[in-house]
């Protein structure tokens, strides 16, 4: 399938200004909509600097990227929860699909990332396994990362979009590139 995105030389300044805190083909996609580019970066963002650590971040983005067969998503990722710590030997349990990543508490999450992707009638009981180990609060930001991350493999997917080989340093700075977020009173 060739991709459905517009050249970076077709691009608005409004719209090139967006390309350019994250220049990537999602970025160029996303700016195909009238109005989701910039909310849609921020949620993404806020990932970094939710509850949840890096490594467990990066597990869970490789799981529903290889749940749902996400060349783009394991293509930056990959390298993101190595650079963040998670062991090979984990990436390696994640990618090839395996229920055991190695703790109760990660195999919880491992099993509830799949059925969340998969949606399952019975994800009520594997939430409550996963409570075992994590807060509410880290709960819903996993619900959200994932259906974050399913939805991106499914954009990427439906307008041909490819990794880029020179987009390594530019989801380095992305942080640096947008505004600071404000997180809500944590009480």
Not at 21 to 31: E, N, S
Request: aromatic fraction near 6%.
């Amino acid at each position: 399938m060739s991709s459905l995105l517009p050249p970076v030389g077709d691009l608005t300044p409004a719209q090139r200004e967006v390309y350019d805190t994250l220049p990537i083909g999602l970025t160029r996609g996303l700016l195909m909509t009238r109005s989701s580019a910039i909310p849609y970066l921020s949620l993404g963002r806020s990932f970094h600097d939710g509850r949840l650590s890096a490594q467990l971040r990066e597990l869970i983005i490789l799981r529903v990227a290889t749940r749902t067969r996400s060349e783009y998503e394991l293509f930056y990722h990959v390298p993101q929860a190595r650079t963040c710590g998670l062991p090979d030997e984990v990436i390696d349990r994640v990618l090839a699909g395996s229920d055991t990543i190695g703790t109760a508490d990660l195999d919880a999450v491992v099993a509830l990332v799949d059925q969340l992707v998969g949606n399952s009638h019975d994800i009520p009981q594997y939430v409550e396994i996963v409570a075992r180990h994590y807060s509410n609060n880290e709960i819903a930001e996993m619900t959200l990362l994932v259906g974050h991350y399913l939805m991106t493999s499914l954009f990427v997917k439906a307008l041909g979009i490819q990794p880029e080989e020179t987009a390594g340093e530019s989801t380095e700075q992305f942080d640096q590139n947008l505004p600071q977020q404000q997180r809500p009173d944590e009480r």
